[in-house]
């Protein structure tokens, strides 16, 4: 049976960062977003630097509530803009970073380095040497290569690396097989036989020290059981490697604490500190996560206006093709995700609602964001919110179809601002050359 979609406006009402306004429409930490699609166009990105901050206390308040002092590092794939960092970055959030690129992010922002974890499983001499240089707090590792690889690259530089490995405990997420990754099959981490092993490789390394484990099972999950069966698995290795006369001082818990799209029973951040109490409590281990859509993606909301209501037969529902697409939001293309819906027109939300497929104008069958999705009749003009982008939103954005990168702006208590102009178009093909002997043909 398929599950009835919720009511637009009935969305709202476990988001305290929206309100429908009877004047000013959809509000957005109280600024009115008709305004931001008037003034920078759609698409455009919204981050709520208020809800950031809101969700990072409320993450922080329940591991304070169970007794837990961990570390938090944002995983910025999630969420990477500048702003976004920085706002995390005064919350006294540290930073899981996937790549070089990433690193300068979080160190430009000035995130300092060693409140900065590097996991990955494919970090090139280059990102590895950048991080030593600046004196990163943790490299996860992820396999033996990468470990004799760092052991080397450290040496050349005259630097030691504080390494944890990252293994893979063969958990099943119940999650998305797309954004599942601690499963034995998975690329992920080191194979739960072989870390032991390796464990004790790394503390006669040169250059290297072993400080604990990292572990991180997938994204999205929706129920603390995988949470609990991976640290439970963590807690007996650490126990084996101390029982081994090794030093494990370190648990890093990685991400994945699941949010409510739409009608899902996602755990509150009280049953992750759970799980990590009652598996890794007693270890006296220093604890930290890498907690990202949690944080990021309620944050944030993509506009898009209706270009054209395309009319279908009478017992078909119309498609709404909007100026935003699977190149500016994958999610909906790549993993069938659901994302809310709301008109920012305060008449247009109280109308009746009826099935509307929400299309982009990508050339590509799979840029749907919502099939048959009850909503009040969209008209060619109207602006629409689709929620819950704040994370794996704009940070997946491509130029497919020659689109340029969507405008970005930030609201908080009611003031806004621009954080990225809208891509330039001719910024589409700088840096492009046409071969001279080309040149040559079309004189
Ligand atoms: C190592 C690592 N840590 C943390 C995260 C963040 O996950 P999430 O956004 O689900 O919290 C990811 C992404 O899945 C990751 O690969
Ligand atoms: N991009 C995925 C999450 C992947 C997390 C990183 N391993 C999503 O949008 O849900």
């Given at each position: 049976?398929?599950?009835?979609?919720?009511?637009?406006?009935?969305?709202?009402?476990?988001?305290?960062?929206?309100?429908?306004?009877?004047?000013?429409?959809?509000?957005?930490?109280?600024?009115?977003?008709?305004?931001?699609?008037?003034?920078?166009?759609?698409?455009?990105?919204?981050?709520?630097?208020?809800?950031?901050?809101?969700?990072?206390?409320?993450?922080?308040?329940?591991?304070?509530?169970?007794?837990?002092?961990?570390?938090?590092?944002?995983?910025?794939?999630?969420?990477?803009?500048?702003?976004?960092?920085?706002?995390?970055?005064?919350?006294?959030?540290?930073?899981?970073?996937?790549?070089?690129?990433?690193?300068?992010?979080?160190?430009?922002?000035?995130?300092?380095?060693?409140?900065?974890?590097?996991?990955?499983?494919?970090?090139?001499?280059?990102?590895?040497?950048?991080?030593?240089?600046?004196?990163?707090?943790?490299?996860?590792?992820?396999?033996?290569?990468?470990?004799?690889?760092?052991?080397?690259?450290?040496?050349?530089?005259?630097?030691?690396?504080?390494?944890?490995?990252?293994v893979n405990?063969?958990?099943?997420?119940?999650?998305?097989?797309?954004?599942?990754?601690?499963?034995a099959?998975?690329?992920?981490g080191i194979a739960w036989h072989e870390a032991?092993?390796?464990?004790?490789?790394?503390?006669?390394?040169?250059?290297?020290?072993?400080?604990?484990?990292?572990?991180?099972?997938?994204?999205?999950?929706?129920?603390?059981?995988?949470?609990?069966?991976?640290?439970?698995?963590?807690?007996?290795?650490?126990?084996?490697?101390?029982?081994?006369?090794?030093?494990?001082?370190?648990?890093?818990?990685?991400?994945?604490?699941?949010?409510?799209?739409?009608?899902?029973?996602?755990?509150?951040?009280?049953?992750?500190?759970?799980?990590?109490?009652?598996?890794?409590?007693?270890?006296?281990?220093?604890?930290?996560?890498?907690?990202?859509?949690?944080?990021?993606?309620?944050?944030?909301?993509?506009?898009?206006?209706?270009?054209?209501?395309?009319?279908?037969?009478?017992?078909?529902?119309?498609?709404?093709?909007?100026?935003?697409?699977?190149?500016?939001?994958?999610?909906?293309?790549?993993?069938?995700?659901?994302?809310?819906?709301?008109?920012?027109?305060?008449?247009?939300?109280?109308?009746?609602?009826?099935?509307?497929?929400?299309?982009?104008?990508?050339?590509?069958?799979?840029?749907?964001?919502?099939?048959?999705?009850?909503?009040?009749?969209?008209?060619?003009?109207?602006?629409?919110?689709?929620?819950?982008?704040?994370?794996?939103?704009?940070?997946?954005?491509?130029?497919?179809?020659?689109?340029?990168?969507?405008?970005?702006?930030?609201?908080?208590?009611?003031?806004?601002?621009?954080?990225?102009?809208?891509?330039?178009?001719?910024?589409?093909?700088?840096?492009?050359?046409?071969?001279?002997?080309?040149?040559?043909?079309?004189?």
């Open positions: 049976m398929t599950r009835p979609d919720p009511d637009p406006l009935h969305l709202l009402a476990s988001r305290p960062s929206l309100r429908m306004d009877v004047h000013s429409g959809l509000l957005f930490e109280d600024v009115p977003l008709q305004i931001l699609a008037r003034d920078l166009g759609t698409p455009c990105w919204v981050t709520g630097a208020g809800t950031l901050r809101r969700r990072v206390r409320n993450l922080r308040s329940a591991f304070e509530a169970a007794g837990l002092d961990v570390g938090f590092h944002y995983a910025m794939k999630a969420n990477d803009h500048l702003a976004t960092l920085s706002v995390l970055r005064a919350e006294g959030c540290g930073a899981d970073v996937v790549s070089g690129g990433e690193l300068h992010r979080a160190l430009t922002v000035g995130i300092r380095p060693d409140r900065i974890v590097f996991s990955g499983v494919g970090k090139t001499d280059a990102e590895l040497k950048f991080a030593l240089v600046q004196g990163v707090g943790q490299i996860n590792v992820e396999s033996a290569e990468e470990l004799v690889r760092l052991s080397a690259l450290a040496g050349t530089l005259g630097a030691t690396a504080r390494v944890a490995l990252r405990p063969d958990v099943e997420a119940g999650t998305h097989d797309k954004i599942s990754t601690g499963r099959g998975d690329k992920f032991p092993a390796l464990y004790r490789q790394a503390s006669d390394l040169p250059n290297v020290i072993p400080v604990g484990l990292a572990v991180h099972i997938g994204s999205q999950i929706l129920s603390p059981a995988p949470f609990r069966a991976a640290y439970g698995r963590v807690a007996d290795m650490v126990r084996a490697l101390r029982a081994d006369g090794l030093h494990v001082d370190i648990v890093d818990c990685g991400g994945g604490l699941g949010i409510r799209y739409r009608d899902e029973l996602a755990p509150p951040p009280s049953a992750l500190a759970g799980a990590i109490q009652e598996t890794l409590g007693d270890l006296d281990v220093a604890l930290a996560i890498e907690p990202g859509r949690w944080i990021a993606a309620p944050a944030g909301v993509l506009l898009a206006s209706v270009i054209d209501v395309k009319k279908q037969p009478d017992d078909v529902p119309d498609f709404i093709v909007l100026d935003a697409a699977m190149n500016d939001l994958a999610r909906p293309a790549l993993y069938d995700s659901w994302h809310g819906i709301v008109p920012l027109s305060p008449e247009r939300a109280q109308e009746d609602l009826i099935p509307q497929t929400v299309v982009g104008p990508v050339c590509e069958s799979s840029d749907i964001m919502a099939t048959a999705r009850p909503l009040p009749p969209l008209q060619r003009g109207d602006v629409v919110a689709i929620l819950d982008t704040g994370a794996y939103g704009a940070v997946m954005s491509s130029t497919y179809n020659a689109r340029p990168l969507a405008a970005q702006a930030m609201v908080e208590h009611g003031q806004w601002q621009t954080i990225k102009a809208r891509q330039p178009i001719e910024a589409l093909w700088a840096g492009e050359t046409i071969p001279e002997w080309l040149d040559r043909e079309t004189a």
